[in-house]
């Protein structure tokens, strides 16, 4: 099973950067407000290239995850998954400057050490 890591991390970063552009492309976007018609927003959702690279990315993370699932149990490797989130997080705090508290800190450190555990079973 540990032969087809490097195919978990691939769909583990291309779900963390799909994340990563679908926020970008959201927050050029902007949400659906009283000014805008359900019409215009999924118009802009649909014509911003962030977006549009996000769901593509996401698409080839889903591909990968298919290849590991025809290969790996799925009790090994779902739990990979949750690394994007501890990737996700680490760029939002490096790169958008958002606040990651002691407490999220904590979760991702509980995270790291279950990957960890699921990784050597």
């Not at 769909?11 to 019409?39: E, H």
Request: aromatic fraction near 14%.
């Amino acid at each position: 099973m540990t032969k087809f890591l490097p195919v978990i991390l691939f769909t583990v970063l291309t779900n963390a950067a799909a994340q990563i552009m679908l926020k970008k492309g959201m927050t050029q976007v902007g949400g659906f407000g009283v000014d805008a018609s359900i019409f215009d927003f999924v118009l802009r959702t649909g014509l911003n290239p962030w977006v549009f690279f996000g769901l593509a990315t996401f698409v080839v993370s889903m591909a990968s995850h298919l290849i590991v699932l025809s290969r790996v149990e799925l009790s090994f490797a779902y739990p990979f998954l949750s690394l994007a989130f501890v990737a996700v997080t680490a760029y939002s705090y490096f790169a958008l400057s958002e606040n990651v508290g002691t407490e999220r800190l904590i979760g991702i450190g509980l995270i790291c050490l279950g990957t960890l555990f699921v990784a050597r079973s």
